[in-house]
């Protein structure tokens, strides 16, 4: 939660899409991506997610660290609605070669096949991997 | 980091006053940051505390300052969903305040 | 789109993924570690050489000759320099550098 101010109106909105191609928890990219997601937020661009490759894993049901004493974030990717952003993307390929499914993702996303994803990522103004 | 005696029960703070273990939270910690944040906690402030102690739990973030007051407008009506209902609560910032008071960590993404 | 990446294909899938979406007509520049995905005999080379027609594909020559590698590099693989390198920066409206 931050007091940031608002832009000032008029500001040109870009599209900005995070690409996040790493599983969770073994190394810190997923929640340092998430966490700049969450600041973005405050800029009222056009921003996107994409889960590619290891990323998809970042999506799980039934995520818990309990016993590993890191906080989970697996929750806080439902928030991610209330600060408008929702569009996840979650590509079909790399669901596929993992054995899972959209049913087995924590949030609702928007599974797309690599065609399509690379087509998303084309039109972006910035795309920022994680 | 500082170790203070509240209510009888030692509690670890970090250097900017947000508790270092969040288990330790409990009513008399957040009169305790209240008082050292000047601020006199009524049903209103409760109110506001318990949402966000309620938003943390279920999203496991402080939610940023607009993401809040919209989703209080939702919960608790349009007349307390806006930032001057707020920052008269929580003069030096409802994110800020409210987090510490609560017993949450400091927001991500906060200055 | 201009794609970057900089690790070994043998380390990384990054070349690979950035392979299987970078759209006709759009350019990869393989830079550091990468490099080696643009050599003969690596096991990236048949994936590399099946997208050369549709995507223009560049390696940085400095990492190349840092690792001894600038004679094996593929036919049909333009290498640059670091002017190269900014220059292709500054031709595409997007890019992408992949981790």
Redesign the interface.
């Given at each position: 939660?931050?007091?940031?101010m608002?832009m000032e109106e008029g500001g040109t909105i870009k599209k900005f899409m995070f690409?996040n191609?790493?599983a969770p928890y073994g190394t810190i990219?997923a929640l340092e991506s998430l966490?700049v997601v969450?600041?973005s937020?405050?800029f009222e661009q056009d921003v996107s997610l994409a889960f590619?490759?290891d990323g998809v894993y970042q999506l799980m049901k039934n995520i818990n660290t309990d016993g590993i004493e890191m906080?989970?974030?697996?929750?806080?990717y439902?928030?991610l609605e209330?600060?408008d952003i929702e569009k996840l993307y979650v590509e079909r390929e790399s669901l596929e070669a993992r054995g899972l499914s959209e049913d087995d993702l924590v949030v609702d996303v928007q599974v797309v096949g690599?065609a399509e994803?690379?087509?998303l990522?084309?039109e972006?103004?910035?795309?920022l991997?994680? | 980091m500082a170790t203070v005696n509240i209510a009888g029960k030692d509690v670890e703070l970090d250097e900017e006053g947000f508790l270092t273990n969040l288990a330790d939270w409990n009513r008399d910690v957040a009169e305790y940051m209240a008082k050292e944040e000047k601020v006199d906690m009524t049903e209103s402030h409760w109110e506001v505390i318990d949402f966000l102690r309620e938003y943390y739990d279920e999203y496991q973030i402080a939610p940023a300052i607009r993401v809040l007051t919209k989703a209080i407008g939702k919960k608790l009506g349009p007349d307390k969903g806006n930032n001057k209902y707020l920052y008269e609560l929580f003069p030096y910032g409802p994110a800020k305040q409210a987090c510490k008071i609560g017993g949450l960590p400091k927001p991500t993404g906060c200055i | 789109m201009l794609h970057i990446v900089n690790k070994s294909p043998s380390e990384r899938n990054s070349v690979d993924t950035c392979l299987g979406h970078a759209k006709d007509g759009s350019a990869v520049l393989l830079i550091e570690d990468a490099v080696y995905a643009a050599t003969a005999g690596n096991m990236s080379e048949a994936k590399v050489k099946a997208a050369m027609p549709n995507v223009k594909v560049y390696a940085l020559g400095p990492d190349l000759a840092a690792r001894g590698m600038s004679a094996r590099v593929l036919d049909g693989v333009n290498v640059v320099d670091y002017g190269g390198f900014v220059d292709l920066v500054a031709e595409h409206s997007n890019c992408q550098s992949w981790l």
């Open positions: 939660m931050s007091d940031e608002d690409v191609r790493k990219y966490e969450l600041i937020a405050a590619i490759d906080k989970s974030f697996s929750k806080t439902r928030a209330g600060y690599a994803m690379a087509d990522m084309n972006q103004d910035v795309v991997s994680f | - | -």
